[in-house]
């Protein structure tokens, strides 16, 4: 399936279209179109002049949410989650729509309309979604899903985390021309289109092929799975935009970050530095904490020659990971521990670390 833009849905850039893509990058879009039943998603689409940071996103998110252990609902539960929280309403339409791929057509109508899923175990793994963004929050433990599964759900949550900021800086708020993703029967008729796809069993680890050199094995709560170097390569291949900074700029993006408590920003940000004084610092900045407030004034004062569309998505994607990585230090993890190996090599285990007492999944 393809989505039907008639206008561009980017701003700021200009990404190369799929079809001139050649090598490495043409091999993620193929991947992208056979596994997530999409051609050419905006999402990825708009980070193609930087083919690390394509194929990263799309590793962690197709190892996570496609490929990953767990119930898919409960893993576009999470991301729907995310995306409320993240205030990116193209993500939240798009998880809506893939809610009705899984063929629980009255839960994706419920949330469309803002509303909380009548199970409790989907409503908690919504709460727990939108939860990862406060460093801290009660409703992040006991989290609605086994042990054993964690590094899906939280490579899906992450990989939205980072997804949603991306989106709200470089793309529309539009999911489809003309917003008719609000009109039920589209967004029915679009999740049948790519249900077929969504039912199927991806097998574990593919998209690591196609990622640039050995970032490692990642963090201990994705240990032995897929999820576990494509968050590594995410990590890599984002942080590499902070060489488009000075070293003051810099410090003063880690600093905000860690400071940040997950509230949304107010209209009067005294934090935030001006675009006349420093406007690289500002934009990633922005791009972590506040991404829909990006406007073409910022993106002008910064991106001057020799700065090019590449440059300015590595910035947004440095700024948008730092944010990241101060949501994934803060969550309480446990290590995963999954039921068969995902990676060659790797060694898996089950039994009572990988099924707490009543939790269940959507």
Request: charged share 20%; with cysteine.
């Amino acid at each position: 399936m393809s989505l039907p833009f008639t206008t561009t849905p980017f701003r700021h850039t200009e990404p190369p279209p799929p079809r001139s893509a050649t090598g490495r990058t043409a091999e993620v879009h193929r991947q992208i179109a056979r596994d997530f039943g999409i051609e050419a998603p905006p999402t990825f689409v708009v980070l193609s002049s930087s083919p690390d940071l394509l194929a990263a996103t799309w590793a962690l998110m197709r190892e996570s949410l496609l490929a990953g252990d767990g119930s898919r609902t409960g893993k576009e539960l999470a991301a729907l989650g995310v995306s409320r929280a993240n205030r990116c309403p193209f993500c939240v339409d798009a998880h809506t729509v893939l809610l009705h791929a899984t063929g629980d057509h009255a839960l994706a109508e419920r949330l469309a309309r803002g509303g909380t899923p009548e199970k409790e175990v989907q409503a908690r793994m919504v709460a727990w979604g939108e939860a990862t963004r406060v460093p801290g929050s009660p409703e992040l433990t006991p989290p609605p899903f086994f042990v054993r599964h964690t590094a899906a759900y939280v490579g899906t949550a992450l990989s939205f985390h980072f997804i949603n900021r991306i989106v709200s800086a470089l793309l529309t708020e539009n999911l489809l021309p003309g917003n008719v993703q609000r009109f039920r029967p589209v967004r029915s008729l679009v999740g049948r289109s790519v249900a077929r796809t969504l039912r199927r069993r991806l097998v574990p680890g593919t998209s690591l092929a196609l990622l640039d050199g050995d970032a490692g094995p990642g963090p201990d709560w994705a240990a032995g799975t897929a999820v576990g170097p494509a968050y590594a390569a995410l990590r890599t291949a984002a942080t590499a935009g902070a060489g488009l900074l000075t070293g003051a700029d810099r410090s003063l993006v880690r600093q905000t970050v860690a400071l940040w408590d997950g509230t949304h920003q107010p209209l009067v940000w005294d934090a935030l530095p001006d675009r006349a004084d420093r406007p690289g610092a500002r934009l990633a900045i922005l791009a972590a904490l506040a991404p829909y407030r990006i406007t073409d004034e910022d993106v002008a004062a910064w991106k001057k020659p020799p700065y090019t569309d590449r440059c300015l998505v590595r910035l947004i994607a440095y700024g948008a990971f730092t944010a990241v990585d101060r949501i994934e230090r803060a969550l309480p993890l446990e290590a995963a521990v999954p039921a068969t190996p995902a990676v060659p090599g790797a060694t898996g285990a089950t039994g009572a670390a990988g099924a707490a007492a009543g939790r269940q999944e959507p």
